[in-house]
């Protein structure tokens, strides 16, 4: 490379045209070397500064301290040399960094009423199923859950924390009102106007026990919808009978609680806000989870369906709806303990012990068998040929008491002994030599019955 090439280009018009026609003759080789060279330069920059060094040593330090494995180490260095933008890219990718759900241990679940952890850790799991499913919403929206049929005391989530930050401790209990009976570990406190909704299914509805508000773009974009959800899908036929309110954006008032609380009904799960997404209700936190995952799919099939015209659509009939319903609320074959939305939420919750999240959630089916397969052997080795069944024999007689002093019954051991060859003794000549001699061989003779 020569030392015109090297210079820096100026502004004059001349010389950068000079330089376009160099780039143009120049081998593709040469670009490519060229930029190794460049990217070899900026390494060599970073790795003799003085500030990369410092940072490094206390990045290895902290990693070192916290018990962190080789992968957030890498993480760490690759976003510091990367740059903002690649941070940006990679700030939800390959995060080893998962607050445990279940963060109630030892003597602080006696702080607790009968059950409460549980349910806590239920619900907390269901804020992590949300977020990894995109269906958050940042701090806004709320899960509600109710602790006990007698009394009027509910779970929620504090106003400020996102879904992946909630845990099992950090919610709040508040009453009907939504005053703060607990405020859990967090200094948040409760979006009070926004629990009103919540509130008013509550309370018209006891044996409602969960409500999982539902924002996502497609369950928004059909609320929108005249139509609402329309019976194109099994996963709208799942989700039963689906009401619709003209939500007005509050629920302060109780007028418009008594409003949303008729809307619903006596039994349908599922209520469709008019353009603020679904209210989606279960008796347990199970059967909400199980509404919330079919009401996603079908809104988004049938947004993917409309294009396409309602005209062109062909809807279930009343009779296929009511058999997809109720198929999808029977109990497993010879199982009885499942409900609904039971045993799919148990599945999910085995996807995040695995992923390290820790539900603390008590499996009703665990994956451990209750008997260890029996060994069996490849090969079975019949008795004529070996003394494996005369061993058998012997140990089978001790068990059964027909062991004799003395020895065994030699006719019952002769008995396993009896094999179809004989053994003779033979005596021939020699063959190839003139003064042959006898040799005595041993021949078997073998008779079919």
């Not at 924390?161 to 005053?179: I, P």
């Not at 009976?181 to 926004?194: H, K, M, R």
């Not at 959800?229 to 799942?238: D, G, Q, W």
């Not at 999808?328 to 148990?346: M, S, T």
Request: net charge negative.
């Amino acid at each position: 490379m020569t030392e015109s090439e090297q210079a820096p280009a100026t502004n004059g018009l001349p010389e950068e045209v000079e330089e376009d026609e160099k780039t143009k003759m120049r081998p593709p080789d040469i670009d490519a070397d060229m930029r190794e060279m460049e990217r070899r330069k900026r390494v060599e920059m970073i790795m003799s500064s003085r500030l990369f060094r410092e940072e490094l040593e206390r990045i290895i330090e902290s990693q070192m301290k916290e018990g962190g494995g080789p992968a957030g180490l890498l993480q760490q260095i690759q976003d510091m040399v990367g740059g903002a933008s690649r941070l940006q890219a990679n700030i939800f990718r390959g995060s080893n960094c998962v607050l445990p759900i279940n963060d109630i241990r030892g003597i602080e679940a006696m702080g607790y009423a009968k059950g409460e952890k549980v349910l806590r850790c239920k619900l907390a799991s269901v804020f992590r199923l949300m977020d990894l499913y995109g269906w958050s919403n940042g701090i806004h929206n709320l899960i509600t859950g109710r602790l006990a049929q007698d009394n009027e005391e509910f779970i929620v989530n504090p106003h400020g924390l996102m879904y992946h930050e909630v845990t099992a401790s950090s919610l709040v209990k508040v009453d009907m009102q939504g005053n703060v009976v607990e405020q859990g570990t967090t200094n948040f406190s409760v979006n009070a106007v926004a629990f009103q909704l919540h509130a008013a299914l509550h309370a018209a509805r006891p044996d409602i026990k969960c409500v999982i508000h539902v924002r996502n773009p497609p369950v928004l974009a059909i609320s929108s919808l005249k139509c609402g959800i329309l019976p194109i899908s099994a996963e709208s036929a799942v989700i039963g009978e689906v009401s619709q309110h003209q939500y007005l954006g509050s629920a302060a008032e109780p007028e418009e609680r008594e409003k949303i609380a008729r809307s619903l009904g006596p039994i349908n799960k599922v209520l469709l806000l008019t353009n603020h997404g679904a209210l989606c209700c279960g008796e347990t936190i199970e059967e909400a989870f199980f509404h919330v995952y079919n009401t996603v799919l079908a809104c988004e099939t049938q947004v993917k369906l409309m294009p396409l015209g309602v005209d062109n659509l062909i809807t279930l009939s009343d009779e296929g709806r009511k058999s997809i319903h109720d198929s999808a609320r029977k109990a497993p074959p010879n199982d009885k303990k499942w409900r609904v939305g039971g045993l799919e939420f148990e599945a999910l919750m085995r996807m995040l012990d695995n992923a390290g999240f820790r539900t603390g959630y008590i499996y009703r089916s665990p994956l451990v068998k209750n008997e260890l397969p029996k060994p069996r052997n490849d090969v079975e080795v019949p008795p004529a040929v070996s003394s494996l069944g005369y061993l058998l024999e012997e140990e089978e007689m001790y068990k059964q008491g027909n062991w004799k002093k003395g020895g065994v019954n030699r006719s019952d051991r002769n008995r396993w002994l009896n094999s179809p060859n004989v053994y003779q003794k033979v005596e021939i000549l020699e063959t190839g030599t003139p003064d042959p001699k006898k040799i005595t061989k041993v021949e078997v003779l073998t008779f079919n019955s």
